[in-house]
């Protein structure tokens, strides 16, 4: 069974989705070293379930795994690309800690990392597309210790060769939408940044035949916009309800004429956005005649992890309730 994708305003989320109960067992029980890897698939499959439903209940059109087996989205690939050890933890913010994985040798792919979760979502999403998702090469390396390449690009482009491998073993099984998350490079808003992560994105992404995305989320965003134009993507998707839009003028005054995930419900608020609210920041982005429906994207922010599940649930409902009725009126 074959979904069919609205025209405009398709609905989409950025990937993660709260930790639903299975998995957190599974993760717990692995750690300890208390499941084997067959118990283990067999949780985190009733998790993605759960999250497939809900978002299918929502009404999104283009879903995701719910990121269920990831307790991290760099330490993840980390623990099983060659070349990394676990490092010690190392506080994001508030109280959100992370292990820093640390290189210590050649960095090498070795088996798919993401391939059995996108088919388990794809055994339940009732035809819609699922997006295979992973973390792209820059935010790989910056949230990381390098002890062996000793040169940024070096293992960016590294990290860019063994990454496309894995975009490959996706495509090779169906996905037809790839996006590579990349939230490290807001926090480096500079040319030189942008412009090695383009040269990255070459590597990991020329000749691949899937719609191709980049997340980037949070930061000065506005301050890296003339130099990611060029990228050899079909979408960028932004955060932009946290910020308050503020980077609707800037794709407006340089010309952005790709696709965007367009973020209209904050993460990082347990407040669930009306579906008025919604559609006027819908309505924000086509009075500036930026872009056309059929070039945008109706998302979150970023992940919904950190909200509760039926906060989360509801953000999604409405968000798709708006988009909705947007295509009536646009």
């Known amino acids: ?49 759960g999250v497939v439903e809900d978002q299918i209940w929502a009404g ?10 990831r307790e ?11 070349g990394y050890v676990p490092g010690e933890w190392v506080k994001i913010f508030d109280n959100v800690y992370f292990r820093k994985p640390i290189i210590v040798g050649r960095i090498e792919w070795t088996k798919p990392m993401t391939l059995d979760d996108w088919k388990t979502a794809t055994k339940y999403s009732q035809g819609r597309p699922v997006k295979g998702i992973l973390t792209g090469p820059y935010t790989m390396l910056e949230w990381s210790f390098d002890l062996h390449y000793g040169d ?30 990349e939230p490290a490079l807001s926090t ?34 506005e301050r890296i916009i003339p130099y990611i134009l060029d990228y050899p993507v079909d979408q960028f998707d932004f955060e932009l309800r946290n910020s308050d ?37 819908i309505d924000r982005i086509m009075k500036l005649d930026i872009l056309p429906p059929e070039k945008i994207y109706i998302d979150p922010d970023c992940g919904l992890k950190r909200l509760p599940r039926e906060i989360a649930k509801m953000k999604l409902k409405n968000m798709v309730e708006a988009a909705r009725i947007a295509r009536e009126e646009w």
Do not use: N
């Open 152 to 181: 940024r690009y070096e293992v960016i482009m590294e990290l860019a060769r063994v990454l496309r491998k894995e975009i490959e073993a996706l495509v090779a099984a169906g996905a037809k939408y790839i996006q590579v998350d």
């Open 188 to 221: 480096r808003p500079w040319k030189e940044e942008a412009e090695m992560l383009g040269e990255a994105l070459k590597v990991m992404l020329k000749g691949i035949e899937a719609k191709k995305i980049v997340h980037i989320c949070f930061g000065r965003i």
């Open 72 to 82: 991290d989205m760099v330490v993840y690939f980390a623990e099983i690309m060659e």
């Open 1 to 49: 069974m074959e979904y069919t994708v609205p025209k405009k305003f398709p609905t989409t989320v950025v990937g993660s989705y709260p930790k639903l109960p299975p998995a957190s067992k599974a993760l717990k029980l692995r750690k300890r070293k208390e499941i084997g890897e067959e118990e283990f698939r067999s949780l985190i499959e009733e998790a993605i379930k």
């Open 245 to 281: 839009f503020r980077l609707l003028p800037y794709l407006k005054e340089y010309g952005y004429d790709k696709e965007i995930g367009y973020g209209v419900v904050d993460v990082h608020s347990t407040q669930v956005e009306t579906v008025e609210e919604i559609k006027e920041a």
């Open 60 to 69: 999104v059109d283009i879903i995701s795994d719910g990121e269920q087996s």
